[in-house]
């Protein structure tokens, strides 16, 4: 049996630039938090609890520490809980990755002009709620096609569009044309990363050549999930793990080829071990 490993697997830019901050603050010995959970990584955010990392999750549990250090997670927050972390008179180590804070200040530009912002992407996910949060009035999220049939905006206002970095490429386009077709005057912003595309193309490739695919990743990561529901429509044998413990294969004798991908939150030892592991026992 042979297996193919996806050449962009694993952790991103943003998310390695992320996790080598929080564990260069660990090991300075200073309390160390981070404003909700580093990456979307079950694995990696244990390691840091056993180094002393504790995950804030609310701003109730914020205004409650005294001294130390927060980091912002590679998601981004909003610029109230920025302005929060500065009014406590605590260190801030911003580990945003950098194609998100780039929305913030499209965002906060765009919002301050008077255009209405829509982002497109999922509703309560960290970074869409943190990109909300730069907008200086109310902002929209649609996340599928019926959803920007229903929208609406005031007559002769402008809309500015933009993406959540890790949403469908497909779905975006898609969702652009639909309210573009409502005639709505501003600009749209492809603020897509280029390397979630990539990553994307990637994994419906593989998918399309093999008989068994393996989407590694974190259950809350949205990236990952992404990455499955494109290869499910390719390879109705694909198979989404957290770890190497999740794999539960019977795999017939007719199957050859196994294709594995990982999404960007996925340490690298993960990956290997579940890539070793089909190799020797398939």
Not at 81 to 100: H, K, Q, S, Y
Request: proline share 3%; glycine share 8%; with cysteine.
């Amino acid at each position: 049996m042979d297996v193919i490993l996806a050449e962009h697997a694993g952790f991103c830019f943003g998310v390695k630039r992320a996790v080598e901050q929080v564990y260069e603050q660990a090991a300075t010995g200073k309390p160390i938090y981070t404003y909700g959970p580093i990456i979307h990584n079950e694995e990696v955010v244990k390691d840091l609890e056993h180094k002393g990392v504790q995950v804030i999750e609310n701003e109730t549990q914020l205004r409650d520490i005294r001294e130390g250090t927060v980091v912002i997670r590679s998601h981004g927050v909003s610029k109230q809980i920025c302005d929060e972390i500065a009014a406590g008179g605590l260190e801030c180590v911003d580990a945003t990755c950098p194609f998100v804070k780039r929305i913030h200040k499209i965002v906060e530009k765009e919002s301050a002009a008077g255009k209405k912002i829509v982002i497109i992407g999922n509703a309560g996910h960290p970074e869409v709620e943190g990109i909300m949060g730069w907008s200086a009035t109310p902002a929209v999220v649609i996340g599928s096609a019926a959803e920007a049939g229903n929208f609406t905006c005031e007559p002769g206002r402008e809309i500015c569009v933009v993406s959540q970095t890790t949403f469908n490429y497909n779905k975006f386009q898609d969702v652009v044309e639909i309210l573009m077709k409502k005639g709505y005057n501003g600009s749209v912003v492809n603020t897509i990363c280029n390397a979630t595309e990539v990553r994307q193309a990637e994994a419906r490739e593989i998918a399309a050549r093999v008989d068994v695919m393996i989407v590694i990743g974190g259950n809350h990561s949205s990236n990952t999930q992404k990455l499955y529901e494109i290869c499910m429509q390719e390879c109705a044998n694909t198979y989404f793990i957290q770890t190497l413990n999740d794999l539960q294969l019977d795999l017939p004798k007719s199957v050859r080829l196994v294709g594995i991908t990982a999404g960007a939150s996925t340490p690298n030892n993960i990956i290997e071990e579940v890539q070793n592991y089909v190799r020797v026992n398939f």
